[in-house]
T-cell receptor, first 115, second 114 residues
Framework: DTGVSQNPRHKITKRGQNVTFRCDPI?????LYWYRQTLGQGPEFLTY????????KSRLLSDRFSAERPKGSFSTLEIQRTEQGDSAMYLC?????????????FGPGTRLTVL | AQSVTQPDIHITVSEGASLELRCNYS??????LFWYVQSPGQGLQLLLK??????LVQGIKGFEAEFKRSQSSFNLRKPSVHWSDAAEYFC????????????FGTGTRLKVLA
């Protein structure tokens, strides 16, 4: 039973470039979450998918951010025209729909550095 | 508004000493509660969780936490700290409806003196 995987694990980019991260949840987990963790802070909720439907987006998710989960399996998070303030760890988590308590299983994260 | 407060940004203890990390939350009902540990540059590891029932919860690595409804607290404890426990600890509240998203505290960084 594999856990949540995220790729790449690290990404260094120059300001203004676009980046895309991928999250593969645990098989058959219908719920998928993205969180962002900046240095010295706890993770903050970005967005939530139930199957392929994006049901909630945080105000933290500016117009430069877009997330998709086209077939209800893996998800991508794209940041356009990156800014230095986007430097953070991006965490993905998944949980099964219908679980009594919705324990989320976290991936290892993608660390983004914007130069 | 829902929130989680970890009042101690840094804590330093000697190896072998006891540890208590504080967590207070604000939520409309009894939430789901979690403690995670994170080593530098690493992801989150779940230490323990509370959903319902017994208010004293046992976790991995010898940690335990107690849910106190009257104080809206979920403090993490360990009777004897090991040097390998040095890390950052996050308390989280899980929503019990809707998207079931988590709200995290800002973390407590633990330093262990040999």
């Amino acid at each position: 039973d594999t856990g949540v995987s995220q790729n790449p694990r690290h990404k260094i980019t120059k300001r203004g470039q676009n980046v895309t991260f991928r999250c593969d949840p645990i098989s058959e987990h219908n719920r998928l979450y993205w969180y962002r963790q900046t240095l010295g802070q706890g993770p903050e909720f970005l967005t939530y998918f139930q199957n392929e439907a994006q049901l909630e987006k945080s105000r933290l998710l500016s117009d430069r951010f877009s997330a998709e989960r086209p077939k209800g399996s893996f998800s991508t998070l794209e940041i356009q025209r990156t800014e230095q303030g986007d430097s953070a760890m991006y965490l993905c988590a998944s949980s099964p729909l219908g679980s009594r308590n919705n324990e989320q299983f976290f991936g290892p994260g993608t660390r983004l550095t914007v130069l | 508004a829902q929130s989680v407060t970890q009042p101690d940004i840094h804590i330093t203890v000697s190896e072998g000493a006891s540890l208590e990390l504080r967590c207070n939350y604000s939520y409309g009902a009894t939430p789901y509660l979690f403690w995670y540990v994170q080593s530098p540059g690493q992801g989150l590891q779940l230490l323990l969780k509370y959903f319902s029932g017994d208010t004293l919860v046992q976790g991995i690595k010898g940690f335990e936490a107690e849910f106190k409804r009257s104080q809206s607290s979920f403090n993490l404890r360990k009777p004897s700290v090991h040097w390998s426990d040095a890390a950052e600890y996050f308390c989280a509240v899980g929503a019990t409806s809707g998207t079931y998203k988590y709200i995290f505290g800002t973390g407590t960084r633990l330093k262990v003196l040999a």
